[in-house]
C-alpha cells in the first residue's frame, strides 16, 4: 500500500466514524436487545497469497459448525430477517472500520478472496493481490449483484463452489486488474462516494455505474 492510500484511508476513516460508528452502536443494541448472539462473525481472507488475516463483519446468519466456502442459495435459509436488511446496504460490513484501521485492508480494492480460491487459482490472486483488498472496489460496484444472483440459484455448496469458481472469480479478476491499472487517489475518492450513494439508497444497487466527468 502507498503512503498516499493509507492516508486517504485514514483521514477517510476519520470523517466517516462519526457517522458510522453510531449506525454500528445501534445494530449491536438492537441485535442484543433480540438475543441474536454472537454479534460479530470473523473469518479468515487473505491480504496477499501468502499472509491472512480475520475479517470482521456482523453475523447475519444463524450459526452452523461446519460453515465454509462462499454464499449461496444453499445458505439462505440461515439468513436472519435483520441479516437480509443489513446485507441489503451492506451495513453488515462496518465492523471492517477495524480492518482499514489495522491495515488489513484499504477503504478500495478487491475482496480478499477466501485461502481456499487463491491456492487454487495463485496466478490470478498473485495479480490481483498486488492491489490492497478493499471494502469496496470496481468490481463490488459492477459484478455484486450479478453474483449474487447467480449464486442464489445453487442449492449445494458443491454447486455453489463450482458457480462462483468458473462463472465469478474469472470476471471479478478482470475487472480487479482494470481498477489495478488505473487506480489512483481520484478513482478511489469516486468509487467511495459511489458507494457511500448505495449506501444510503441515493443511487441504484443494479447496472453500470454512472460516468465520471472529466476534469
Same mark, same amino acid.
Given at each position: 500500500?502507498?503512503?498516499?492510500?493509507?492516508?486517504?484511508?485514514?483521514?477517510?476513516?476519520?470523517? #466517516?466514524?462519526? =457517522?458510522?460508528?453510531?449506525?454500528?452502536?445501534?445494530?449491536?443494541?438492537?441485535?442484543?436487545?433480540?438475543?441474536? /448472539?454472537?454479534? =460479530?462473525?470473523?473469518?479468515?481472507?487473505?491480504?496477499?497469497?501468502?499472509?491472512? =488475516? !480475520?475479517?470482521?463483519?456482523?453475523?447475519?446468519?444463524?450459526?452452523?459448525?461446519?460453515?465454509?466456502?462462499?454464499?449461496? @442459495?444453499?445458505?439462505?435459509?440461515?439468513?436472519?430477517? #435483520?441479516?437480509?436488511?443489513?446485507? /441489503? /446496504? %451492506?451495513?453488515?460490513?462496518?465492523?471492517?472500520?477495524?480492518?482499514?484501521?489495522?491495515?488489513?485492508?484499504?477503504?478500495?480494492?478487491?475482496?480478499?478472496?477466501?485461502?481456499?480460491?487463491?491456492?487454487?487459482?495463485?496466478?490470478?490472486?498473485?495479480?490481483?493481490?498486488?492491489?490492497?483488498?478493499?471494502?469496496?472496489?470496481?468490481?463490488?460496484?459492477?459484478?455484486?449483484?450479478?453474483?449474487?444472483?447467480?449464486?442464489?440459484?445453487?442449492? !449445494?455448496?458443491?454447486?455453489?463452489?463450482?458457480?462462483?469458481?468458473?462463472?465469478?472469480?474469472?470476471?471479478?479478476?478482470?475487472?480487479?486488474? #482494470?481498477?489495478?491499472?488505473?487506480?489512483?487517489? @481520484? #478513482?478511489?475518492?469516486?468509487?467511495?462516494?459511489?458507494?457511500?450513494?448505495?449506501?444510503?439508497?441515493?443511487?441504484?444497487?443494479? @447496472? /453500470?455505474?454512472? %460516468?465520471?466527468?472529466?476534469?
Amino acid at each position: 500500500m502507498t503512503l498516499s492510500k493509507r492516508v486517504f484511508d485514514l483521514v477517510l476513516l476519520l470523517l #466517516l466514524s462519526v =457517522f458510522l460508528i453510531p449506525i454500528l452502536l445501534v445494530v449491536v443494541a438492537l441485535m442484543l436487545a433480540r438475543g441474536e /448472539r454472537p454479534v =460479530f462473525y470473523g473469518a479468515e481472507r487473505m491480504r496477499c497469497p501468502e499472509r491472512g =488475516f !480475520t475479517l470482521w463483519k456482523i453475523r447475519t446468519m444463524t450459526p452452523a459448525g461446519n460453515d465454509s466456502g462462499v454464499s449461496g @442459495g444453499d445458505k439462505r435459509d440461515r439468513i436472519t430477517p #435483520l441479516g437480509h436488511r443489513l446485507r /441489503r /446496504r %451492506r451495513m453488515d460490513e462496518l465492523p471492517q472500520m477495524w480492518n482499514i484501521l489495522r491495515g488489513d485492508i484499504s477503504f478500495v480494492g478487491p475482496r480478499p478472496p477466501l485461502r481456499i480460491y487463491v491456492e487454487r487459482f495463485p496466478q490470478v490472486y498473485g495479480k490481483v493481490l498486488e492491489s490492497q483488498p478493499g471494502v469496496t472496489g470496481l468490481a463490488s460496484l459492477v459484478f455484486a449483484a450479478h453474483e449474487e444472483k447467480l449464486l442464489r440459484a445453487c442449492k !449445494t455448496p458443491e454447486e455453489t463452489d463450482r458457480t462462483y469458481e468458473r462463472r465469478c472469480i474469472p470476471r471479478k479478476a478482470h475487472i480487479d486488474l #482494470l481498477y489495478q491499472r488505473h487506480q489512483g487517489i @481520484g #478513482l478511489d475518492a469516486w468509487l467511495v462516494a459511489v458507494t457511500a450513494g448505495r449506501f444510503l439508497g441515493l443511487a441504484p444497487r443494479k @447496472g /453500470r455505474l454512472p %460516468r465520471r466527468r472529466r476534469s
